[in-house]
């Protein structure tokens, strides 16, 4: 068995079945993400087992975004200029009760990093940019790198690691 991350097949994947414990992004999962998909405003990357490809384990979704450059904290600012910064927005990211703590949390961060460096071999991203649901949610992203914004402690950001050369 191994797991793997692909985009949102609303034919394959069942949506019906995901429960993470928070409605709205439960109901986001069903109701909005193939259509947000369809219309270039967000998309959705799930993760799911080879065995039971079926079966949503967890989610997020992934569109473009920007942040003001005061809202970095200041050692974030130096050397960059007064623009404003490009940014992924790691929309929503979910996981499915069942099999929550567990590492797929973690693994689904680590694709959404994945996927914006491979976006800035074409376009460029300073950072991932997470809005949480609660304070469980912000120290989730906490404990993954996150800082908080200066004008809103739920909206949180991530520095890309520097392109070398
Ligand atoms: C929050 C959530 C995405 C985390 O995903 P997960 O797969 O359960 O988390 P992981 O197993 O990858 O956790 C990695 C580490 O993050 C930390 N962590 C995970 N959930 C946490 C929580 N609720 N509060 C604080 N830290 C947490 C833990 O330290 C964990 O390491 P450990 O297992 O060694 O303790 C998931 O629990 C979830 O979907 N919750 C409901 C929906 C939600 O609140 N989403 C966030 C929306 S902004």
């Given at each position: 068995m191994s797991l793997f991350i692909s985009l949102l097949d609303t034919q394959l994947?069942?949506?019906?079945?995901?429960?993470?414990?928070e409605p709205t992004l439960d109901a986001y999962l069903r109701q909005r993400a193939g259509q947000h998909h369809r219309d270039g405003m967000a998309t959705t990357h799930v993760l799911a087992r080879d065995d039971a490809p079926?079966?949503?384990l967890g989610y997020c979704s992934l569109a473009a975004a920007q942040l003001n450059?005061?809202?970095?904290?200041a050692p974030d600012r130096?050397?960059?200029?007064r623009y404003p910064i490009p940014a992924i927005r790691v929309g929503r990211l979910a996981v499915d009760k069942s099999t929550q703590r567990m590492g797929i949390g973690r693994l689904l961060l680590g694709h959404a990093v994945n996927c914006a460096l491979a976006v800035r071999e074409q376009l460029g991203v300073r950072v991932l940019v997470v809005d949480a649901l609660h304070e469980k949610a912000a120290a989730f992203y906490r404990l993954h790198g996150f800082r908080a914004t200066t004008d809103n402690a739920a909206t949180l950001y991530l520095p890309l690691p520097l392109t070398r050369g």
């Open positions: 994947h069942d949506r019906a079945a995901f429960n993470c414990g079926a079966k949503i450059l005061a809202e970095l904290q130096i050397r960059l200029p």
